[in-house]
């Protein structure tokens, strides 16, 4: 008896591990109101009220979870960048590669990240922000490392254009992030793929000042018939 209750005492970071395992499939498969604090306990195996102890409430638990899954999409993300010796379109490659990897290989953590945390209000919409703003400026770094590589003369796109592409590349990623975990079939390396060709193919015209505008306005009849 002594020696299997001494095997049931796991260090505390183990028993954190556990619980906010099972509070993020938990979160990801019944969202945060209907999420139940026993079907957690259950799942992690441990009582309810060592949940509660640990992690004091739902909603503490429920930020623990996507700050921690926040944590690890970025450092996944971060790690893909780092080699500096690659050529900037390489090394949004590697990001790009890592991001949708580590949402095809998280399923139940990225949809935490992408729906749960964004549809729940405050503090878990500002923890969502935070995430999305820091891989963001990932992006606008390595962009605007691309246009000073590209062209050292200075092509014709400000600071404004650079955050602008890196917001729209990260909200294209995130949407086909979620269209990837939901389509048989469909792989990182394949959404990787996708947006990277969509993204680099304009980012090069407007590397070489060749922007697209509407060659005229459509007529009124045109727009709605």
């Known amino acids: 008896m002594a020696d299997g209750t001494k095997a049931r005492r796991l260090p505390r970071a183990v028993r954190e591990r556990q619980m906010l395992d099972a509070a993020v499939r938990c979160f990801a498969r019944h969202g945060y109101q209907t999420a139940s604090m026993d079907e957690i306990a259950e799942l992690a195996g441990v009582s309810k ?41 390489e090394r949004l490659w590697a990001g790009l590669l890592a991001f949708f990897t580590y949402a095809a290989e998280h399923p139940d953590a990225w949809v935490v990240l992408s729906r749960q945390a964004r549809t729940q209000g405050e503090p878990f919409a ?12 990932f992006v606008a770094g390595l962009i605007g490392e691309a246009v000073r590589e590209a062209s050292p003369g200075g092509a014709e796109i400000t600071g404004r254009d650079v955050a602008a592409l890196a917001q729209a590349l990260v909200g ?9 975990n939901e389509t048989p079939g469909a792989s990182a390396r394949e959404a990787a793929a996708t947006l990277m060709n969509f993204a680099w193919a304009g980012l090069g015209n407007l590397m070489k000042s060749e922007r697209w505008s509407p060659r005229r306005a459509l007529p009124h009849s045109k727009v709605t018939g």
């Open 126 to 137: 500002t923890e969502a922000a935070r995430m999305r703003d820091e891989i963001a400026d």
């Open 49 to 89: 009220p060592l949940v509660y102890l640990y992690l004091n409430s739902k909603e503490e638990l429920f930020t623990a979870c996507i700050r921690r899954e926040a944590g690890a999409l970025l450092a996944a993300v971060a790690a893909g960048v780092e080699d500096r010796s690659l050529p900037p379109d």
């Open 172 to 180: 294209s990623a995130e949407s086909l992030a979620s269209w990837a």
